[in-house]
C-alpha cells in the first residue's frame, strides 16, 4: 500500500518561512519521481516544484528563487523549503511520486499566509 504524508504547513506571516516533509511508504523511492502541487480555494490544483529519480527538478515561474525542492533517498522523502512566502502562496499542498507511471497523492497540508 502506497502512503505518502506530508508534514510541516501551518500559519506564518508574509515573508516568513515553513519547509514541507513527504515521507513514503510502499514504492521504491530512488525510482521515483515526486512532486508538490497546490490547490488554492476556488483554483485548480497547480505544479508547484518537481524533482526527478536523477535529480533534476523544476518550478513554477510564481516560486523560483523563493521555493526549493530536495530529496533524501536514504529516508524516503521529499522536502520543500518555501522562503519569503507571500499571501498568495496559501493553499492546501499535496505531495506526488510518480512511480511506474502511475500517479499517487498524499492527503494535503494547509499552508496559510499572512499579510
Known amino acids: 500500500q502506497v502512503q505518502l504524508v506530508e508534514s510541516g504547513g501551518g500559519l506564518v506571516q508574509a515573508g516568513g518561512s515553513l519547509r514541507l516533509s513527504c515521507a513514503a511508504s510502499?514504492?521504491?523511492?530512488?525510482?521515483?519521481?515526486m512532486g508538490w502541487y497546490r490547490q488554492a480555494p476556488g483554483k485548480q490544483r497547480e505544479l508547484v516544484a518537481r524533482?526527478?529519480?536523477?535529480?533534476?527538478?523544476n518550478y513554477a515561474d510564481s516560486v523560483k528563487g523563493r521555493f526549493t525542492i530536495s530529496r533524501d533517498n536514504g529516508k524516503r522523502t521529499v522536502y520543500l523549503q518555501m522562503n519569503s512566502l507571500k499571501p498568495e502562496d496559501t493553499a492546501v499542498y499535496y505531495c506526488?511520486?510518480?512511480?511506474?507511471?502511475?500517479?499517487?497523492w498524499g492527503q494535503g497540508t494547509q499552508v496559510t499566509v499572512s499579510s
Open positions: 510502499g514504492i521504491i523511492f530512488s525510482f521515483a519521481d
Open positions: 524533482i526527478s529519480r536523477s535529480g533534476s527538478t
Open positions: 506526488n511520486a510518480v512511480f511506474g507511471s502511475y500517479p499517487y
